[in-house]
């Protein structure tokens, strides 16, 4: 199968979990919580999944519409208030945490809060949420972005909303890495197919390694059949492949 820029970002969201893990997904990621319902289809491992709504472990019978849909809770055996997964990760109780950014410099940090000068923006952006909160103290953040562009791939934020342990950040093109420490960049890990390296560059408005970066694993069997199922109406892949 030919990737599509819906398949590339969900399926490589999915691939940043790890076997044991606890994993969240945050408010208006409905991407990362179609990779976590992936996941749990596609590997073999365990892992716990937590996300805004409050479900644990949920069971969904349809698939939620949304990141706040409430079939996204159904089947918990427990339900969060947002204070109970803040104090879980400020503890250090979320190894992998999905949260979203509308621009993103090479050292991971990320602007959910203006576009253009704090005192007369461009754009009034929500602001931080649980980003000030998670980002420094979950164990792994992960972002992404359906574009890949200079505007949102930045050499420098507008603002900084939040810093800290940021290790990838997924887009229809690509797929970076960085160590969680202070002054790590970004590196290629993997690519699409379909593009190169020389385009990545001139779409991307930081500079970043790629002495080591490869083109992206072909999905797999059980992937795919685990996206079909999920996006059986391509509601959400048409929202993307645009």
């Known amino acids: 199968m030919n990737w599509t820029p819906f398949s590339f970002i969900v399926v490589n969201l ?6 044991g893990e606890i994993t969240f997904s945050g408010v208006n990621s409905t991407l990362p919580m179609l990779a976590c319902l992936l996941a749990k289809r596609a590997y073999d491992f365990p892992f716990t999944y937590i996300n805004v709504a409050g479900g644990v472990e ?7 519409q949304s990141s706040s849909d409430p079939a996204i809770v159904h089947g918990s055996p427990a339900i969060f208030a947002n ?3 803040y104090d879980l990760c400020a503890r250090g109780g979320l190894d992998l945490v999905y949260l979203g950014c509308a621009q993103i410099d090479a050292e991971g940090r990320t602007n959910v809060s203006a576009i253009g ?3 007369n923006p461009k754009v009034r952006l929500p602001g931080g949420g649980g980003a000030a909160v998670m980002l420094p103290t979950a ?4 972002t992404w972005r359906t574009d890949h562009t200079p505007r949102a791939l930045v050499d420098k934020l507008d603002f900084v909303t939040a810093s800290g342990n940021m290790t990838a950040l997924v887009t229809p093109l690509a797929v970076f890495t960085r160590e969680p420490r202070a002054g790590s960049r970004f590196i290629l ?3 699409h197919p379909q593009t190169t390296i ?3 560059q001139t779409h991307t408005g930081f500079t970043f390694d790629f002495t080591r970066a490869q083109v992206a694993a072909p999905i797999t069997v059980r992937e795919l059949d685990a996206l079909n199922t999920l996006d059986a109406g391509g509601q ?4 993307v492949n645009h």
């Open 236 to 239: 959400f892949s048409a929202a």
């Open 83 to 85: 204070q109970d997964f």
């Open 117 to 119: 000068s704090w005192e």
């Open 139 to 142: 164990k792994r953040v992960v």
């Open 198 to 200: 020389a385009y990545i």
């Open 14 to 19: 999915a691939r940043q979990i790890r076997a």
């Open 189 to 191: 890990e993997s690519y």
């Open 58 to 64: 949920p069971q969904p019978v349809s698939v939620p």
